[in-house]
């Protein structure tokens, strides 16, 4: 065997491992979860109560509600991909800043949840987390606001096709998973491999409620065409919100623009 063919072998095995890695390893790449607790609000003065609920398929969730009970608007959080509830205290310190209770809870396998991770299963959490907020809390459909950070928003795009909340807010989101990917491994059939879709380009056209898309030109996980793609894509009323700063924390970096940003947003719709 020449040269060029042991090199060209060799290069096509390689190719073959690495494209085999990619779609045995997807799990691994789009959940990261944490048990772990490591914060809870009331270390940084957030009144609080924990919840915990159950899935349509028997599985127990956990969240907290966070903020004053005379607070009567409502934000459903459905955090990213990384972590739990526990790593997201910022964000309940802007939306209580903005005198609005949040409901966040750890999708399956993350923090206090049981169970594995999955699309269907973040659905499903979702879901749970709505019927929650409106048959045990009782609070008005039209008092419920989605924000979904990242993965998050995937999920809470999902739900808003489906229910009618409010209005819809998403940070940092892409436009799905196999377009992602595709920005991530250019080199790889990644569409015909990816075993997640996670669609919300797809939802948005299906969603008839306000929509805020916020995103930074700086995010270096999410690039900003996605931001873009995925606001054309939303129906009016909609508004973008462009900030600055990386994936997880454009909202410290520039905070009197996304707290007017979304006090613009809240108060038109």
């Known amino acids: 065997m020449s040269d060029t063919l042991v090199i060209l072998f060799l290069f ?3 190719y073959f491992l690495m494209a085999l890695v990619l779609f045995l390893g997807q799990d691994r790449m789009v959940y990261s979860p944490s048990k772990k607790i490591v ?8 009144p609080y109560r924990e919840v915990e609920f159950q899935a349509d398929d028997g599985l127990q969730l956990y969240g907290w509600m966070v903020g004053e009970e005379e607070f009567k608007d409502v934000v459903l959080f459905f955090h990213g991909n990384a972590g739990n509830i526990s790593h997201n205290l910022n964000f309940l310190s802007l939306f209580y800043r903005l005198g609005l209770k949040t409901f966040i809870f750890d999708y399956r396998g993350y923090g206090q949840s049981q169970g594995t991770p999955s699309e269907e299963g973040t659905y499903l959490d ?15 459909c039209d008092r419920v606001i989605f924000y979904g950070h990242s993965l998050g928003g995937a999920v809470a795009a999902h739900l808003a096709a489906r229910v009618k909340p409010r209005a819809l807010m998403l940070e940092a989101t892409f436009t799905s998973a196999p377009d992602l990917g595709k920005s991530m491994f250019p080199f790889f059939p990644v569409r015909m ?4 879709q996670y669609n919300t380009k797809a939802l948005l056209p299906g969603i008839t409620i306000p929509v805020l898309v916020i995103h930074s030109p700086n995010d270096e996980m999410i690039p900003y065409r996605h931001g873009e793609i995925l606001y054309k894509a939303a129906n009016e009323p909609k508004q973008f919100l462009k900030i600055f700063g990386c994936h997880n924390d454009g909202f410290i970096n520039c905070a009197e623009l996304y707290i007017e940003g979304l006090q613009s947003f809240l108060s038109k719709y």
């Open 12 to 14: 096509g095995f390689g």
């Open 126 to 140: 979702g879901a749970a987390a709505w019927d929650y907020l409106i048959k045990t809390e009782r609070i008005p």
């Open 193 to 196: 491999i990816c075993r997640f």
């Open 39 to 46: 914060q809870v609000p009331s270390d940084i003065k957030l």
